[in-house]
């Protein structure tokens, strides 16, 4: 299979720039495998889809204000770092601009005073550096302060304060993501409350989410392709209920493709989801078998992406893209502050 096969027009002007002024107010396109009929409705109906029995599972990671720009401690050269995983205590795998700039044993200071000092260790895979940081008190307090919401690259402007409360799932927990689970920026406290009071049962694991997430597949060949490492862990509560679910029948729902690529690591050939803590490289694209996904709700991904691969291995790649044409001459929004689709 080739790349080329997963591209599609996109006008520029239908790349989201905000999020919706509510959560839930944002178009939902439904998609129905069985018939291939497509509607258009709005997020808050997505739980018209849910049924009694069902279990939604939902990735509570929580995104760090990963961005940090700050100085060459020698020279006052500007520098930005973008932290991209975490190797242990204070040291971060990071993307540095300008790369040229920063060697190991160099410093760069960030904050008034240099309320935060990074230190180049070594370098690392992909153009990143590994980098130790200190400062008085908690790293992520520090952080929170200092440091803005990693938007993604299609997202053409400034971060602003207001993107700590929107590019962030009202669930978050588990701090380490450096991009959000975009299909679950669109839930609302009052929405889960309302699943639970159908009957569906609400489970949360944990995805944290790299900057891989945004590089673009460099080969011809699907095959070809490597994807980035992530962490995940399962909780005993998490996969009790998920098996449980599916034991009697209901359909195991994933809220994004991190919920869905994490379920499906953790899921082994009896179909049965294992709690505990691992990482995952796993690539889903068309002709690959979910062990434990029915349904899934999402975003509409970028052309040529993993992402999409991975929706069209659910659906099939025709009929994914027939949905995704649809969903621009209707003028859909697209990517992380977007509109949704549910798979049916």
Not at 69 to 76: D, H, L, N, P, V
Request: hydrophobic share 35%; net charge negative.
């Amino acid at each position: 299979m080739n790349v080329s096969d997963f591209d599609y027009l996109l006008p520029e002007e239908l790349i989201a720039q905000q999020p919706s002024e509510q959560r839930d107010g944002c178009r939902l396109l439904v998609v129905h495998r069985d018939t291939g009929l497509l509607e258009h409705r709005h997020f808050s109906d997505v739980i018209d889809y849910l049924n009694p029995g069902d279990c939604l599972v939902l990735n509570d990671s929580k995104v760090i204000p990963a961005r940090l720009f700050g100085t060459k401690e020698g020279t006052g050269a500007h520098i930005e770092f973008l932290l991209s995983k975490r190797i242990k205590d204070n040291d971060w795998e990071t993307l540095v601009r300008p790369g040229k700039r920063l060697r190991p044993g160099d410093f760069v200071s960030f904050g008034e005073n240099g309320q935060l000092r990074a230190q180049i260790l070594s370098n690392g895979d992909d153009g990143t550096r590994i980098v130790r940081f200190t400062c008085d008190g908690s790293f992520m307090e520090v952080l929170e302060k200092l440091g803005s919401m990693p938007l993604p690259p299609y997202i053409e402007r400034a971060s602003e304060d207001s993107d700590k409360d929107r590019y962030q799932t009202v669930y978050a927990k588990n701090e380490g993501s450096v991009a959000a689970p975009t299909a679950g920026l669109h839930f609302t406290p009052e929405l889960l409350e309302k699943a639970k009071a159908k009957g569906v049962k609400v489970a949360f694991l944990t995805l944290h989410v790299g900057i891989g997430t945004f590089r673009p597949v460099k080969v011809d060949k699907i095959e070809d392709h490597h994807m980035h490492i992530e962490e995940y862990t399962v909780s005993e509560e998490c996969a009790a209920m998920m098996n449980e679910t599916k034991q009697q029948g209901g359909r195991i729902i994933s809220v994004g493709t991190t919920a869905c690529r994490t379920m499906e690591s953790a899921t082994g050939e009896d179909g049965l989801i294992r709690a505990g803590s691992g990482s995952t490289g796993i690539f889903i694209y068309p002709g690959y078998r979910f062990k434990m996904l029915d349904c899934l709700i999402t975003n509409f991904h970028l052309p040529k992406s993993t992402l999409l691969m991975l929706v069209s291995a659910l659906y099939s790649k025709d009929d994914m893209l027939r949905a995704y044409e649809t969903a621009v001459s209707e003028k859909y929004r697209f990517f992380s502050y977007g509109d949704a689709m549910i798979i049916l």
